[in-house]
């Protein structure tokens, strides 16, 4: 889900948050510089998950993508289709 007031895309399990990807907006632009899942639910997909979820949002918006965090970073090079997402 995305959290506006807190500027983050944030994943739940069973109504606990266990897991988010801050952002910030710069214009047409949406900086992703951190991402965070709670160690007893990490290796299990979420943020991945959660980038995903986070990376159709922003094209949705007709917005592109700075990943200055690493792991949303790797994602992208792991996932080419979303290079076309990547700040011009």
């Given amino acids: 889900m995305k959290n506006e007031d807190q500027k983050r895309y944030e994943i739940h399990l069973d109504g606990e948050r266990i897991g988010f990807a801050a952002y910030r ?19 299990k997909g979420h943020a991945g998950r959660l980038v995903e979820f986070a990376l159709r949002d922003i094209r949705e918006q007709g ?3 700075r990943p200055t965090c690493s792991y949303v970073a790797d994602y992208i090079r792991k996932h080419p289709e979303w290079e076309a997402a990547l700040e011009a």
């Fill in 25 to 43: 907006r710069d214009g047409d632009v949406v900086e992703l510089p951190h991402t965070v899942v709670e160690p007893a639910h990490g290796g």
């Fill in 63 to 65: 917005l592109s993508v």
